[in-house]
């Protein structure tokens, strides 16, 4: 059993003006094989916490800790929090050119591991998986991301979880460009890694839609750079139902 703790997070990002805070407080505790959504208006911050959470050079945490199993991790590296489990899918490079897909997730792999997979067991992985998101074989030997469409960027995200195995992934808006078949694709594969391996899972969105396909056991309202309220999967309906607005200070 591990716990992924956000706790009393404070966040600026660096600006032009200097630094901006955004996160004021964030609060949020998961456990494995939890599913926790996190839902927002635009711009509460929703995906400053997901990059302070990576280790985003631009995200400065001023205040509050992220702790996985005890150990705050705000000193470490975005490579360093890989190691210790976090999946990330953000801290990946948009564009790889001359790196194709296959050599990339050995890499990955070899770095979380700090061992390479023997190829023959690795090649075989790769498939199974791609297989799993119906994934044409071809596309393990396209370079990262070149020319990608959005539902493919998407299950290379998933790709990337079901092999590498994180303890804890954080997505963000994955459901954002999908259409019908490839959400459902999407989201069957994190159900399939949530119930395989006990990920827990942070699933950020600003609509419930996909929230029909991966089922929450938590709901958090997220409001200008903290979590307002919580509640069970019934949040969602509510939100869906009455926005956000009852949830925002009074604006001046
Ligand atoms: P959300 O994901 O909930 O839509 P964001 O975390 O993207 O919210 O943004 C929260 C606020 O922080 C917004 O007001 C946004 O304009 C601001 N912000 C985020 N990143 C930057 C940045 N790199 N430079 C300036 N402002 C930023
Ligand atoms: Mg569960
Ligand atoms: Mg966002």
Redesign the pocket.
């Known amino acids: 059993m591990s716990t992924l703790e956000i706790k009393n997070l404070h966040v600026s990002?660096?600006?032009n003006e200097g630094p901006?805070p955004?996160l004021k407080g964030a609060d949020l505790t998961i456990g494995s094989g939890e599913i926790h959504a996190i839902m927002?208006?635009?711009?509460?911050?929703?995906?400053?916490?997901a990059?302070a959470v990576a280790g985003h050079p631009?995200y400065t945490i001023t205040d509050g800790e992220v702790l996985l199993d005890g150990e705050n991790i705000v000193d470490m590296t975005a490579d360093e929090r890989a190691r210790a489990g976090l999946f990330l899918a953000m801290q990946y490079p948009v564009e790889v050119p001359g790196v194709t897909v296959s050599n990339f997730l050995r890499t990955a792999k070899t770095a979380l591991t700090g061992e390479a997979p023997a190829l023959r067991h690795w090649v075989g992985d790769v498939k199974d998986a791609m297989g799993k998101l119906r994934m044409d074989p071809d596309f393990a030997q396209r370079d990262v991301n070149h020319g990608f469409s959005g539902g493919e960027k998407k299950r290379h995200e998933i790709l990337q979880m079901e092999l590498l195995k994180p303890k804890f992934a954080v997505l963000?808006?994955t459901d954002s460009g999908l259409d019908v078949d490839a959400l459902r694709v999407v989201s069957d594969g994190v159900n399939r890694v949530h119930a395989e391996t006990g990920l827990g899972v942070m699933l950020?969105t600003?609509y419930t839609r996909i929230l029909n396909y991966i089922k929450p056991d938590h709901v958090h309202v997220?409001v200008e750079?903290r979590v307002a309220a919580q509640g069970g999967p019934e949040l969602a309906d509510q939100l869906e139902a009455e926005g956000y607005d009852k949830y925002a200070s009074a604006k001046v």
Do not use: A, M, Q, R
Not at 40 to 49: A, H
């Open positions: 990002v660096e600006t901006k955004i927002g208006p635009n711009g509460s911050g929703k995906s400053t916490l990059y631009k963000d808006e950020i600003h997220f750079g």
